[in-house]
């Protein structure tokens, strides 16, 4: 447990640090006017943040800067959202007014727009379903208690799952939903899948099906199956204006990893609700030990989509990326539900 002054000396080095990108010593922070402690007793408090493993000396300087346990102190519990100006949330209002024909467009304008009001590189994880249509659904049993549904894209993806089949089901039951299901549904995109099953399909399986309710349970499963996702880059080169990632090996084999979209997206990819950070190390993967990975999911009706993301380094500006990963990410599920959910 940190003392009150302990916690207001890191809060004022992270804050210096994130600004100026310079190792910060006692008398700077002795001339914030939050801070009332002379330059002597905060050097005492910085020793000791030190042992604890807060703050670190780099090489060749007096000064200190946060660690990563240090950021991730700051984040759990110093951290207090920046209130987006007028201007940040105009910027972001006008973006979406615009008609995209598209939904992929407005996708790739989301991660232009955080990596503009950031200044960092901006990752965002859109499910390739916005482009695909249902060719054909099979279910196929495996056993009296389970089936694989497959569902084949007209790009020619499938995707399969197991899905628990309803107890006594009759074999020509199943035939019957899978022939009502191709008919009605064949052509229909597949974000729109569960919506035009509840609307239209729904009452004509409750007409010729007799254990409606357990196949409807069933179906709901099959279509909320996760999709592959697409990935969008903002300011990819916003990374090079930091000053830790001025070694070109290093920016080299960040830019390696552009290229790889499955695996960016294996890293960026969140269910969780909210905002998700990830420090250095945390992330588990070697080229972003220094590097901070911020992430919001969006969703439709409540149905997660994709994700927002930032990559920048540890010295992140957290109170305003954060802030505007929020109001993004709820924004734009409130757009997409709009557009693209009529139940």
Do not use: W
Not at 234 to 242: F, R, V
Request: proline share 4%; charged share 25%; aromatic share 8%.
């Amino acid at each position: 447990m940190l003392t009150e002054r302990q916690l207001l000396i890191l809060n004022a080095i992270i804050d210096d640090y994130i600004t100026h990108a310079e190792p910060v010593g006692s008398r700077s922070v002795s001339k914030r006017d939050d801070i009332q402690y002379s330059p002597a007793t905060i050097r005492n408090e910085m020793s000791d943040l030190e042992e604890l493993g807060f703050l670190e000396k780099p090489h060749s300087s007096a000064g200190r800067i946060p660690s990563q346990k240090g950021y991730r102190y700051y984040v759990d519990h110093l951290l207090s959202p920046k209130k987006l100006s007028k201007n940040e949330i105009n910027n972001i209002q006008s973006a979406f007014k615009d008609r995209y024909s598209e939904l992929e467009e407005m996708i790739s304008e989301s991660a232009k727009i955080v990596s503009s009001l950031t200044s960092y590189t901006s990752i965002v994880l859109g499910p390739e379903v916005f482009e695909s249509t249902l060719q054909r659904i099979q279910i196929v049993p495996i056993g009296s208690d389970a089936a694989v549904a497959i569902i084949v894209t007209d790009t020619g993806h499938v995707e399969n799952q197991t899905v628990s089949l309803p107890p006594g089901l009759d074999v020509s039951e199943l035939e019957k939903v899978v022939n009502i299901l191709n008919e009605r549904l064949k052509g229909t995109p597949i974000v729109h899948l569960r919506q035009k099953l509840t609307n239209e399909v729904r009452s004509v399986l409750r007409k010729y099906i007799h254990q409606f309710d357990d196949m409807m349970t069933m179906l709901n499963e099959t279509f909320a199956s996760h999709q592959n996702e697409k990935v969008f880059y903002g300011g990819k080169t916003n990374i090079l204006a930091q000053p830790e990632f001025h070694d070109v090996n290093r920016v080299r084999r960040l830019f390696n990893i552009f290229e790889e979209d499955e695996l960016v997206s294996k890293l960026f990819r969140t269910e969780e609700q909210g905002i998700t950070i990830r420090i250095g190390e945390e992330n588990r993967f070697e080229p972003f030990d220094e590097c901070t990975i911020i992430t919001a999911s969006y969703s439709i009706d409540g149905k997660h989509m994709g994700t927002l993301g930032i990559l920048g380094p540890t010295r992140m500006e957290y109170p305003r990326v954060v802030s505007i990963l929020d109001y993004m990410s709820k924004d734009l599920s409130k757009l997409l539900s709009a557009r693209y959910y009529k139940g």
